[in-house]
Nanobody, 129 residues
Framework: QVQLAESGGGSVQAGGSVRLSCAAS????????MAWWRQRPGKEREGIAS?????????YYADSVKGRFTISQDNAKNTLDLQMNSLKPEDTAMYYC?????????????????????WGKGTLVTVSS
């Protein structure tokens, strides 16, 4: 069992930047992928960035955020970050930290909601124009 806690959400003007953080605790040793998801108003939750915990630590991004968002993970601190730059009003959403552990049906890429084994409670990011 993994517990995830997001922080760093808030209000920002279009074109600005926000850095989100996620602290992982509990049974993290079987965790092989961590990801950021978001849910925009009126839309389904979508995976926007993921990273393999071991090996080459490959990263993946949804087209909507590629080139603007950067995911990173620190094994020593058990934290996951998301640097969000050049924010747009359509980036307004609840952002969720997620983890996939061994034995699940989940893949690091492509991301599938049913494969996520642990979810954070979310942090709201509001981008105004």
């Amino acid at each position: 069992q993994v517990q995830l806690a997001e922080s760093g959400g808030g209000s920002v003007q279009a074109g600005g930047s926000v850095r989100l953080s996620c602290a992982a605790s509990g049974n993290t040793y079987n965790m092989y992928c961590m990801a950021w998801w978001r849910q925009r108003p009126g839309k389904e939750r979508e995976g926007i960035a993921s990273i393999y915990i071991a090996g080459g630590r490959s990263t993946y991004y949804a087209d909507s955020v590629k080139g603007r968002f950067t995911i990173s993970q620190d094994n020593a601190k058990n934290t996951l970050d998301l640097q969000m730059n050049s924010l747009k009003p359509e980036d307004t959403a609840m952002y969720y930290c997620a983890a996939v552990s061994a034995g699940s049906n989940g893949y690091c890429y492509p991301m599938e909601a049913q494969g996520i084994t642990s979810w954070g409670k979310g942090t709201l990011v509001t981008v105004s124009s």
